[in-house]
């Protein structure tokens, strides 16, 4: 077998070691020597590299996945060509597959093990899920345990790229694990997903038993063609046929799953988590997983917004912040992650900051937008509101003194011009408008992300009864977005302190947590003491996160922090930013 072992990519990307191929690509580990550290690289198939439809939806698609950042989604950095290759780039996971494990085991595994990764692949499909993205090639190979016991699920999405109708690979998957609505080559749903996680669920039940194997199929052919006519026609061989120990409420667990008709399985990867929870024999108090426990995604992100895909992925007249039902992501992210940890036996997450004053700001003069005379005052069409769900913290704080009406017979605010906010972790992204109007479809800029700390730079005026205000956005989208509807608010207000004289206010604090901002993509210089004369002791890039160890310390009328780089443990001291922009930005400290 032929491979790449030793050849250096865009002379950048060393390739060291051959992992594994698979029906797209071979995949190798490679040292990047810009960031010092090992990557992932998988080098696509000539053919595919060079379908160019294929590598037009795999590169908008691309797009998205680069934004689908969370703690058990295997980091994707985007598509590369170079050497007349194109290649991916992904984090490098140390660590074992569940195959592996599977494979190794002298039996079942235990209920704990089971519990433990299927928290951590439902809370991170339930995330895709809601962003609109399906795996389509859910196996125990694409299941990661890295060596901190942290579960990752990779391989996202590619299978669901594979499917055009022009490419070899149209309708791929893993036999073993497609649904039957796959194997038809039908659009996929979560509930594609969710029969691959039955099929999963089974084989970790049964010592890497499957309940389809092509050895009953009422037809001649390849391996593959029998088992993909068991999955059409056959009903699944219960698992306790191979392990009696099975109690009957887990096999009913694996078996809803394991439904020929989509409707029939579980509605959601969180349905098929409380169900598998409730199933498994435990000595623990058994805890519901809710929607708002659900973590959110890791904030480093080194690829570019595209408008492109902003776009294509907004519904006409639908702000995809409103996309609130079945999308509420993150309330309780520290409680979720927290047992997922005793689950697993490491406690991987951890987080901290303290909290400083706000400073009040008076409202600059304001405007008020009004819908076009066509339109009622009302809200946009096709808005999706959010419906009672039980355990849900209130929506609005109570009390909250920065409250106040800026705007006459419109929403009340908590904003003011030269302030911060986050974008709720309890909602969606919020689109950011070229225009103060939430109605149309084609004045969409791009798109602020959950946790992403926003600058206030106008407004507020008021549309449809919502306040909205201009924001940049730390990718350096300028726009408009709304803040509230009066019920629902979409930015929180970010605490800060106007820490040194002549400088920008600050909204770090010690103990928090940061990364360095994607516009401009210029790295952070960092220096041994907190002033401009002091020695270069290193950089750190654009997307790389730190820990605020100390400061602030004020010269040079800049605000000074000493930081410590999360990738690499480079520590001194860099600026927060300056009036133009913020360079470091705040992630939420408390997204409770």
């Not at 950042?69 to 660590?95: C, M, S």
Request: hydrophobic share 35%; glycine share 8%.
């Amino acid at each position: 077998m032929t491979t790449l072992v030793g050849k250096t990519l865009a002379n950048r990307y060393r390739l060291d070691e051959f992992i594994g191929r698979g029906g797209m690509a071979d995949v190798y580990k490679a040292w990047d020597s810009h960031r010092n550290t090992y990557l992932a690289v998988k080098v696509l198939q000539a053919d595919l590299a060079l379908d160019k439809v294929f590598m037009r939806r795999f590169e908008r698609e691309g797009q998205l996945l680069a934004h689908l950042q969370h703690p058990n989604i295997v980091r994707y950095y985007g598509l590369e060509r170079a050497d007349n290759l194109a290649f991916l780039l992904l984090d490098y996971v140390d660590g074992v597959s569940l195959k592996q494990l599977i494979g190794e085991s002298l039996g079942p595994l235990p209920g704990n093990r089971a519990r433990s990764v299927f928290q951590a692949v439902c809370v991170a499909l339930q995330f895709a899920h809601n962003e609109g993205l399906v795996h389509c090639d859910i196996k125990p190979a694409n299941i990661l345990i890295d060596t901190k016991g942290r579960v990752l699920l990779s391989d996202f999405g590619i299978a669901r790229l594979s499917s055009d109708p022009t490419s070899t690979l149209a309708g791929s998957g893993s036999p073993a694990y497609m649904a039957p609505e796959q194997i038809n080559q039908q659009n996929a749903l979560p509930q594609t997903d969710i029969y691959a996680l039955g099929v999963v669920l089974y084989e970790m039940l049964t010592a890497g038993e499957r309940p389809f194997t092509g050895e009953r199929a009422q037809i001649t052919g390849s391996t593959v063609q029998k088992v993909t006519w068991e999955h059409l026609n056959l009903p699944p061989i219960p698992p306790t046929t191979f392990n009696p120990d099975i109690p009957p409420a887990l096999e009913n667990v694996v078996m809803r799953c394991l439904q020929k008709d989509p409707t029939r399985r579980y509605a959601s990867a969180l349905d098929f988590l409380n169900a598998l929870i409730a199933a498994l024999p435990s000595k623990t108090v058994r805890r519901t997983i809710q929607e708002d426990d659900l973590p959110t995604y890791d904030y480093l992100d080194n690829a570019a917004h595209s408008t492109e895909t902003a776009a294509e992925t907004t519904q006409q007249g639908v702000p995809a912040w409103a996309k609130i039902v079945g999308g509420v992501i993150g309330v309780g992210i520290v409680g979720v992650l927290c047992i997922g940890a005793l689950f697993l036996g490491y406690n991987y997450l951890s987080s901290n900051a303290a909290t400083s004053t706000p400073v009040a700001q008076q409202p600059l003069p304001t405007t008020t937008v009004s819908p076009s005379p066509t339109s009622t005052p009302q809200e946009p069409d096709e808005t999706i509101l959010p419906t009672a769900t039980p355990n849900l913290l209130p929506v609005t704080p109570t009390p909250d003194t920065r409250l106040y009406n800026p705007l006459p017979d419109c929403s009340p605010s908590r904003l003011y011009i030269g302030d911060s906010a986050f974008v709720a972790l309890s909602g969606g992204r919020n689109a950011i408008r070229s225009e103060p109007d939430t109605h149309p479809s084609d004045n969409i800029e791009g798109y602020a992300y959950q946790g992403e700390a926003l600058q206030i730079t106008a407004g507020p005026v008021c549309n449809y009864g919502w306040v909205l205000w201009e924001v940049r956005s730390p990718n350096g989208i300028v726009g408009w977005t709304p803040e509230t509807d009066g019920e629902t608010f979409w930015l929180d207000p970010i605490e800060t302190t106007q820490a040194c004289p002549g400088a920008p206010v600050s909204r770090l604090a010690i103990g928090g947590l940061a990364y360095v901002a994607q516009e401009p993509p210029v790295a952070n210089t960092v220096r041994s003491e907190p002033h401009k004369s002091a020695a270069d002791i290193g950089q750190i890039e654009p997307g790389e996160r730190v820990q605020i160890l100390d400061g602030p310390q004020c010269a040079d009328d800049l605000t000074w922090w000493q930081v410590q780089s999360m990738r690499t443990s480079l520590t001194g001291w860099t600026v927060e930013g300056d009036f133009d922009s913020y360079w470091l930005i705040p992630e939420p400290a408390n997204p409770q």
